[in-house]
């Protein structure tokens, strides 16, 4: 099983909500991440998580708050987000340390603010 | 800073033609390099990895080579057939990560296979 799982498919929120996107996997991967993709773009990196520990932040603004609660899951918590922010939103995982660390993504959360 | 080029952006083709993706970058110093499929709206599935130790990799009608010195890698497509329509990706993971992988992509091929 290669897969991961993301949910909601399809996101509309406004720009006061507060909303939270999530990413399973059951590979026993100890690397993952979030990325986001505007249209005709390549994904741009934003978090990743590595042994349930937060290893990399591109910079990412503040109403973007990651979470990795276990070693399947990780979340995506939303708040006041802006327009420009509406986007496909990406999570990966891959195993941790290896020269051949594969990574795998999910279907994607298609999100709209509003 | 690690630069990935991808030509062309985008590519026509009729059924049953080879083709040839090309993906160029400007760090050799990579562990691997990694091509991806993306069908409109969706996420990426992983093709072909190659490690930088590597020359090739095949994967059915799919050959991807790597020449690190140069810079550039091939993703070499036979006998192409409408379902293999989608952006094409490659991307690379620089030395240096231990803790996760920052991959760098590149602008993607659109690749049509016109029935």
Known sequence: ?114 | KQEVTQIPAALSVPEGENLVLNCSFTDSAIYNLQWFRQDPGKGLTSLLLIQSSQREQTSGRLNASLDKSSGRSTLYIAASQPGDSATYLCAVRPMGETSGSRLTFGEGTQLTVNP
């Open chain 1, 1 to 114: 099983d290669t897969e991961v799982t993301q949910t909601p498919k399809h996101l509309v929120m406004g720009m006061t909500n507060k909303k939270s996107l999530k990413c399973e996997q059951h590979m026993g991967h100890r690397a993952m991440y979030w990325y986001k993709q505007k249209a005709k773009k390549p994904p741009e990196l934003m978090f990743v998580y590595s042994y349930e520990k937060l290893s990399i932040n591109e910079s990412v603004p503040s109403r973007f708050s990651p979470e990795c609660p276990n070693s399947s899951l990780l979340n995506l918590h939303l708040h006041a987000l802006q327009p420009e922010d509406s986007a496909l939103y990406l999570c990966a995982s891959s195993r941790f340390g290896l020269a051949e660390n594969i990574q795998y993504f999910g279907a994607g959360t298609r999100l709209s603010v509003l």
